[in-house]
């Protein structure tokens, strides 16, 4: 118990600085999808948007630019459809590219696929399982489930800031393992109404990595609560099918990992993101590595 006071002292001062940050460069949620238009929005005329090559230099450079690898389509929804789904590490925060992990994990379906690829990214800043299980239910998300190939899912997060900063002078393991409890049953519901929208869909759920690993590196506790609720959401998804767990903790607890954050040093900058988006393409169920 005086251990736990000890990390309670410590997590305080922490949680009010990070809270600061996280004020500081909170992104306003928003209700609709973060990126691409609605589906009604009508298409743009290429014909008319397009000019025709003035010389013979812009000629040259509008083969060049015909020649490039397809690019992943963000405004319909194509043959191969992804779907993102969760809190800031699915939105991409932190990423001055605003990439993410999902961008280039859709561009290398892209390259691996005959067919065109499209995304749609529903990540929010801040969000907790409990609104992503009313997040799944909103007409527009689930009309893109119900056509996705892929879903990308990375969520719980905010769950535990949120017991940390609503608990701090209560703050035990008791809370954490209440929460835990949360998490799980909210998991179920979040995979189950995916699954019910699409059945063939493959689901694939990111885990997640300590948030104060940069502060207290020495605080093995909140390693331990990480482990749990990380074994929680492989739970939910060795229980169900075309269901993939992908564990991302060990990317950042690396000697060194210190340069894959951002400047919040919460949310990994675009080489940390790169790193996941590695991670997830060796977990891809592909038609070719069927």
Avoid: C
Avoid at 8 to 31: R, Y
Avoid at 42 to 51: A, C, I, R, S, Y
Avoid at 59 to 72: F, G, I, M, T, W
Wanted: no cysteine.
């Amino acid at each position: 118990m005086n251990k736990i006071k000890w990390i309670l002292l410590i997590l305080i001062p922490l949680v009010f600085v990070v809270g600061i940050l996280l004020f500081i460069n909170k992104e306003e949620p928003d209700t609709d999808p973060v990126i691409g238009p609605i589906l009604d929005d009508p298409l743009p005329d290429k014909e008319n948007e397009e000019e025709p090559p003035k010389d013979e230099e812009e000629k040259e450079e509008k083969k060049k630019d015909d020649n490039k690898p397809e690019e992943v389509t963000e405004d319909v929804i194509e043959d191969v459809h992804i779907v993102g789904l969760g809190d800031s590490l699915t939105k991409g925060s932190g990423d001055k590219t605003k990439g993410g992990y999902i961008h280039p994990v859709a561009q290398h379906i892209q390259e691996n696929s005959d067919e065109p690829v499209s995304l749609k990214n529903f990540g929010i800043h801040g969000l907790p399982s409990s609104k992503l299980v009313k997040k799944v239910e909103e007409e527009k998300v689930r009309e893109h489930i119900k056509q996705a190939d892929h879903v990308f899912i990375t969520i719980g997060g905010n769950d535990i800031l949120n017991i940390v900063e609503y608990n701090f002078f209560s703050l035990d393991m008791d809370v954490f393992e209440t929460g835990k409890q949360r998490y799980r049953k909210n998991m179920f519901v979040i995979v189950q109404t995916i699954r019910a929208l699409n059945p063939d869909a493959n689901i694939y759920v990111l885990g997640m990595f300590n948030p104060f690993h940069n502060f207290f590196q020495d605080i093995k506790e909140i390693d331990g609560v990480i482990d749990e609720w990380n074994q929680t959401a492989e739970l939910v998804t060795d229980i169900n099918e075309k269901t993939q767990y992908i564990p991302i903790d060990d990317l950042f607890l690396e000697e060194g990992s210190d340069h894959l954050f951002s400047n919040d040093k919460l949310h990994p900058n675009q080489k940390g993101y790169i790193k996941m988006a590695n991670r997830v393409q060796e977990y891809l169920d592909l038609p070719e590595n069927e």
